[in-house]
């Protein structure tokens, strides 16, 4: 941050947010920083305090984490969809000396409950404070900045304290499905070797624009979305409204970003509603079956997907989640510039990767050169599944206050068990689901609900599904695609009958 902002200062724009047109220099982010750091200060905060941030996308979030971090204290960002008794939760048990939170989440959470100051965004205004002199010194906060630079901020005022790489700059809160989540213990390292591994990749370069969309409280949002991003000197415009379809579309069309860093449910929705309906006609059907006529129907589908994304990237990446295979095959058939990457918030998030050029189908990319290891737990790596087992500079620290649930994560010999299923082929990754959802057939056979869950949900008007073991057989839950069963004028006593084509298919 430091380098950027003292190269680039107040010549290029770094994140702006769509919705409100607010944009700030490099040169004006690094004074935003120094301005927080000077309450800091002033409330006594030490290195190694944990500061508290919890809500959408915003420039002031980026600042509040930026500040944070460069203080050499600990941000603990905090999704915004938690419900409130898990943010009350998590707030007691990161033992946080300030938050930082959007009126519209304090105002559903037990404010009796919190004894520290609490802090708007954006305003930054005070809303609640322990006793008078905080008060006080907010008050007193922007004289204090203007003492402090009397002449102004300026290049040479950048100067943030060393920290080590070991040092844990981040504790970032699994979003967990089952019991209390875990406090991922980021370093400064981890989050190095995935900003400094993605910026030899050439995907990015200073003064181009990008656009960021995925939260970025989840540590995949954050390491490329906005830390690398900011690295390398791009223009970030943060999406400041919902990322539906419609919203993401028209934001590309403007802002024309280099690169795409996304989930699958993106790129599964425009295949299911704006894909799908064409090449499942009678007609296209037939046609895509004939030699060369097939080539320039997919080409034409594939400068369609490119243009409605902007028309001016160098790739998409997809990670979070795994692809729907379908829609994988799909798109690597058309020559669709996109990869599939894996990872983890307990790495920060990356373990594996390939160019789109080098993409296999139905792997997750290569184990990252020189900052990752993996194995797999299995006698036959190549194709027997077992779990994948990672090591190297972007695993973990350790989970927050839980030093049983740190030794249960890693092997005797120090491999961070990922808990998911996978076989590897020289240091290609092939995932093939959850341990701990995988079913044990009567026969012996390991059935990995979610390859079947990815054909259902494919399926005419299935929004998700669930598969689980029931009598020694396997049942499929369905929730229907509700909003577009109502857009093709169907009603809901009609669905049974859906359901019942779709178990023939």
């Known amino acids: 941050m430091k380098t950027t902002s003292r190269r680039i200062g107040n010549c290029r724009p770094s994140p702006t947010i769509k919705k409100r047109r607010l944009t700030y220099t490099y040169g004006a982010l690094a004074e935003e920083?120094?301005?927080?750091?000077?309450?800091?200060?002033?409330?006594?905060?030490?290195?190694?305090?944990?500061?508290?941030?919890?809500?959408?996308?915003?420039?002031s979030w980026s600042i509040v984490f930026l500040a944070t971090i460069t203080y050499g204290a600990v941000i603990v960002p905090i999704l915004h969809e938690f419900n409130p008794e898990s943010m009350n939760e998590l707030m007691a048990h990161s033992e946080s000396k300030l938050l930082f939170v959007t009126e519209s989440i304090w105002e559903h959470l037990d404010q009796n409950k919190f004894h520290i100051p609490i802090v708007n965004i954006p305003s930054f205004s005070l809303m609640q404070s322990p006793d008078e002199e905080t008060a006080e010194k907010f008050r007193e906060w922007k004289k204090l900045f203007h003492q402090r630079y009397?002449?102004?901020?300026?290049?040479?005022?950048?100067?943030?304290?060393?920290?080590?790489?070991?040092?844990?700059?981040?504790?970032?809160?699994?979003?967990?499905t089952t019991g209390f989540s875990k406090g991922v213990m980021l370093t400064a390292n981890n989050f190095a070797g995935n900003v400094t591994y993605a910026a030899k990749l050439d995907l990015l370069f200073e003064g181009e624009p990008h656009l960021a969309f995925l939260p970025m409280a989840h540590a995949y949002g954050c390491?490329?979305?906005?830390?690398?991003?900011?690295?390398?000197?791009?223009?970030?415009?943060?999406?400041?409204?919902?990322p539906t379809p419609q919203n993401l579309l028209k934001a590309f069309e403007e802002i024309k970003?280099?690169?795409?860093?996304?989930?699958?449910?993106?790129?599964?929705?425009?295949y299911k509603r704006k894909i799908l309906p064409i090449v499942e006609k009678p007609v296209v059907k037939f046609l895509l079956k004939v030699p060369l006529i097939n080539t320039f129907i997919y080409k034409k589908i594939r400068h369609?997907?490119?243009?409605?994304?902007?028309?001016?990237?160098?790739?998409?990446?997809?990670?979070?989640?795994?692809?729907?295979g379908d829609v994988e095959n799909f798109f690597h058939k058309i020559g669709f510039p996109f990869t599939v990457g894996y990872g983890m918030t307990e790495c920060a998030p990356l373990i594996s990767y390939d160019h789109h050029y080098d993409f296999v189908p139905t792997s997750c990319g290569s184990v990252l050169e020189g900052i990752m290891e993996a194995r797999i737990d299995s006698e036959d790596p190549e194709?027997?599944?077992?779990?994948?087992?990672?090591?190297?500079?972007?695993?973990?620290?350790?989970?927050?206050?839980?030093?049983?649930?740190?030794?249960?994560?890693?092997?005797?010999?120090?491999w961070l068990k990922t808990g998911d299923s996978g076989i590897m082929k020289?240091?290609?990754?092939?995932?093939?689901?959850?341990?701990?959802?995988?079913?044990?057939?009567?026969?012996?056979?390991?059935?990995?609900?979610?390859?079947?869950?990815?054909?259902?949900?494919?399926?005419?008007?299935?929004?998700?599904?669930?598969?689980?073991?029931?009598?020694n057989g396997l049942v499929a839950l369905i929730h229907p695609d509700y909003a577009a069963l109502e857009t093709h004028g169907i009603s809901r006593d009609d669905i049974q009958k859906i359901m019942n084509k779709n178990i023939k298919t």
């Open 150 to 176: 009397p002449q102004g901020f300026k290049k040479e005022d950048i100067l943030y304290p060393e920290i080590s790489n070991e040092e844990v700059i981040c504790i970032n809160y699994t979003s967990g």
């Open 257 to 270: 970003p280099k690169l795409i860093i996304s989930v699958p449910l993106i790129f599964e929705k425009i």
């Open 223 to 242: 390491a490329f979305d906005f830390l690398y991003a900011l690295s390398v000197g791009v223009h970030v415009t943060l999406l400041g409204i919902m």
């Open 33 to 59: 920083i120094a301005r927080l750091h000077v309450l800091f200060s002033e409330l006594h905060l030490r290195q190694g305090d944990k500061i508290a941030l919890i809500g959408k996308n915003h420039s």
């Open 304 to 324: 369609s997907i490119i243009h409605g994304l902007g028309g001016n990237f160098r790739e998409v990446i997809i990670g979070g989640a795994a692809l729907n």
């Open 426 to 471: 020289g240091r290609r990754l092939y995932i093939k689901g959850r341990i701990k959802t995988m079913i044990l057939t009567a026969n012996g056979q390991n059935i990995y609900p979610e390859e079947i869950e990815s054909r259902l949900n494919n399926l005419p008007y299935i929004a998700e599904s669930l598969v689980v073991e029931k009598n």
């Open 383 to 414: 194709n027997v599944p077992g779990e994948i087992q990672v090591r190297g500079e972007n695993v973990m620290k350790g989970y927050y206050k839980n030093p049983e649930a740190t030794a249960a994560a890693f092997t005797s010999d120090g």
